[in-house]
């Protein structure tokens, strides 16, 4: 419980400042340059934790760090851009908001966390959650999107799982950093070949990037991975869902409007959703339960309670009573009829 509530406001962090990138990047970002913004976002927030740090990989985290880095920086990246520019953002949030089933099943195979009922509660809530709080109407659905958004969700789903289970030995700032390098760095050359030459900057956008790159990324990367370092994967994916969540309120206090009856009631699965799936509810809910009935006796009654005398015996067999101990002798004993 002392660990949930200690590691689960740090997790928190990166959905919620995953979810103000929506804003960010639709109003500050050049929006024709995805694999640019893209590698512009992981490259220079990896190389300031590796600053900090000042810790490169050794042995087998150099094949590690390039597969987790493309899995969960650079290829999930270059996916979520190709998803935004053509899929509305609602479609592509509600099918993100699927990661969290997704990692438990692969931390399932390959972590042995089995999920809890409690985890695939939330998750059903929380998705039907952000299903009512995105989706209205019909809306325009595109095939290659669509596979965009799944391949996205399920790379960093099995990444995130991968990582957890490789990085007990490696503290999360180079874990992080060394992800964000990889990623960045796989994702320069593909933007030069396909985009051609590297967007210019205005004020406005390279404040822009400062906040996606130092506090989007470098931050709500480490926190996303010291989360699940100390928390289950369940609980972690489901704490993810406070990004769509973030962005819907965001965007409304920005925009000036005002919730519908059915987003609202999406707001209140989704957090029903996050705190059900939290271990410290797992253990209230545990303790709310009415006791078991005691086991039934021979006759259908209640079992007899073992006297002190019969107490660790064998069923079936008789109790050996305790000899009893003699008093010591006061003084000399004197025979019977003596004066």
């Not at 059903?124 to 999107?145: D, F, P, Y």
């Not at 994916?237 to 987003?263: C, H, K, M, Y």
């Not at 305790?322 to 010591?328: E, N």
């Amino acid at each position: 419980m002392e660990a949930t509530l200690r590691w689960a406001p740090v997790t928190a962090i990166a959905p919620v400042a995953w979810g103000a990138t929506y804003l960010v990047t639709h109003r500050f970002l050049p929006a024709d340059h995805p694999l640019y913004g893209a590698a512009i976002r992981a490259l220079p927030a990896g190389l300031l934790l590796l600053l900090v740090r000042r810790r490169l990989p050794r042995g087998s985290w150099w094949w590690r760090s390039l597969l987790l880095g493309t899995l969960n920086m650079g290829a999930f990246f270059a996916l979520v851009y190709l998803a935004a520019q053509t899929l509305p953002t609602s479609v592509a949030s509600t099918i993100m908001a699927t990661s969290p089933v997704v990692m438990m099943l692969f931390a399932w195979a390959a972590l042995s966390e089995r999920p809890r009922a409690t985890h695939a509660a939330g998750a059903v809530i929380g998705i039907a959650g952000v299903c009512l709080l995105l989706l209205r109407g019909a809306a325009a659905v595109n095939a290659t999107g669509v596979l965009a958004s799944v391949l996205a969700m399920t790379m960093s789903s099995f990444g995130y799982v991968l990582a957890k289970k490789w990085s007990a030995s490696v503290d999360v700032f180079s874990l992080t950093a060394w992800q964000l390098v990889a990623g960045g760095a796989v994702l320069v050359p593909v933007a030069v070949v396909v985009e051609g030459a590297p967007p210019r900057l205005d004020t406005p956008a390279l404040l822009g990037f400062g906040y996606v790159t130092v506090v989007a990324t470098a931050l709500a990367f480490a926190a996303w991975f010291t989360g699940l370092r100390h928390l289950s994967a369940g609980t972690v994916g489901l704490i993810g869902l406070l990004n769509p969540l973030t962005g819907v309120l965001l965007g409304t206090a920005v925009a000036g409007e005002t919730l519908t009856a059915q987003q609202v009631c999406g707001l209140v699965l989704v957090f029903a959703g996050i705190l059900l799936g939290q271990p410290i509810t797992a253990r209230l809910l545990s303790r709310a339960r009415p006791p078991r009935p005691a086991p039934a006796g021979p006759a259908g009654g209640r079992a007899p309670r073992p006297s002190p005398g019969t107490a660790g015996t064998t069923p079936g067999t008789a109790a050996t009573a305790a000899p009893r101990s003699t008093p010591p002798p006061r003084g000399r004993e004197r025979p019977p009829g003596s004066p």
